[in-house]
């Protein structure tokens, strides 16, 4: 996913004003919530839409994934995340803010079963960020420039009190379906009005150049085992060839050609995990032609050949049940 050759860049967290006693307290107010949702290692589901916990309890090696639209919040641990060579190290101060589906790298660097990594994911509706929008701007002062589709904040009270109380709905079940989506409202307020939602703001705002690329990024997401064809891409986009791909990159950190890649590759490999298919019929059926290129680029990707990777995977899993 990354360049071999060059170490990634880290990123920066802008700072934020908002800290001291208040901001421990609100830290470890939910991780204590999350600790018990989240009893045991690994991904926890919550009947909140679009809410998921999680408790990592080692380190882990480097894995390939799909990020969509989400607040990734860590009260504990560490975590890095690679997108184009950029690394987002996230520990107990920081937000991963992801605002369009992306392919990246991540890695548990610091967690155990007495000091375990804990983090919420909560996946963001961009409809609901574009009627808020509509009706105020929620802008700040000049961005920086741009960053990406994927940005890295400090956590402050206000933040990490609006995640608690999401959580605190676990405990009346009956009160989801009304205070979920405020709750999930006043987040999205908080993260359009500080500079991390920058890029939250262009993509959802209608005409900007970037909401044209993630349109286009949207259009390769749906349509990524057909032919890519970037004139017909652009005038999907509404811009022209050479500043559709200025834009792509600075919103995804690649070409829409290796974005594309990258969503063949990914879903080659869920097809291989979960359907049982075999590499070439994986390839064939994410658009490639070539069975030996789709093996070259898998490994190139991965690290190891499809069978290998598969086979690896699978005793993960097993080892982890």
């Known amino acids: 996913m990354t360049n071999r050759t060059m170490p990634p860049r880290t990123a920066e967290a802008p700072f934020s004003a908002g800290g001291g006693a208040a901001l421990a307290a609100a830290r470890a107010e939910l991780a204590g919530k999350i600790a018990a949702h989240a009893p045991t290692a690994g991904a926890h589901a919550t009947a909140v839409p679009g809410l998921q916990l999680y408790r990592r309890t080692a380190p882990s090696a480097c894995q390939c994934g799909v990020y969509e ?21 996230c520990d107990a101060r920081h937000f991963l803010l992801t605002a369009l589906q992306v392919p990246v790298s991540s890695q548990i660097l610091a967690a155990s079963e007495s000091a375990p990594l804990l983090s919420l994911l909560l996946k963001l509706d961009l409809a609901v960020a ?71 703001r262009a993509i959802a705002t209608a005409g900007d150049p970037s909401q044209r690329a993630a349109r286009a990024a949207a259009w390769l997401r749906a349509h990524y085992h057909q032919p890519l064809r970037i004139q017909e891409l652009a005038a999907h986009a509404g811009m022209g060839v050479s500043t559709l791909h200025h834009h792509f990159r600075a919103l995804t950190a690649m070409s829409p050609l290796q974005y594309q890649k990258h969503l063949r590759l990914q879903a080659a490999r869920d097809q291989m995990l979960l359907e049982g298919l075999d590499a070439a019929s994986a390839a064939f059926a994410v658009g490639y032609e070539s069975a030996s290129q789709f093996s070259r680029e898998y490994r190139r990707v991965f690290g190891q050949p499809p069978r290998r990777d598969i086979q690896a995977l699978r005793g993960a899993e097993a080892a982890a049940v």
Do not use: W
Not at 75 to 85: C, Q, T
Not at 158 to 165: N, W
């Open 69 to 89: 639209p989400s607040l990734n919040v860590f009260v504990s641990g560490r975590k890095r995340v690679i997108l184009g060579g950029v690394a987002y190290v």
């Open 130 to 200: 574009r009627e808020m929008l509509a009706r105020e701007p929620l802008g700040t002062a000049p961005p920086a420039p741009p960053v990406h589709g994927v940005a890295m904040g400090r956590n402050s009270p206000g933040l990490l009190d609006a995640c608690s109380r999401l959580l605190d709905l676990l405990a009346t079940p009956g009160d989801i379906a009304f205070l979920a989506p405020l709750i999930q409202r006043e987040i999205l307020y908080r993260l359009l009005r500080g500079p991390q939602g920058q890029r939250l």
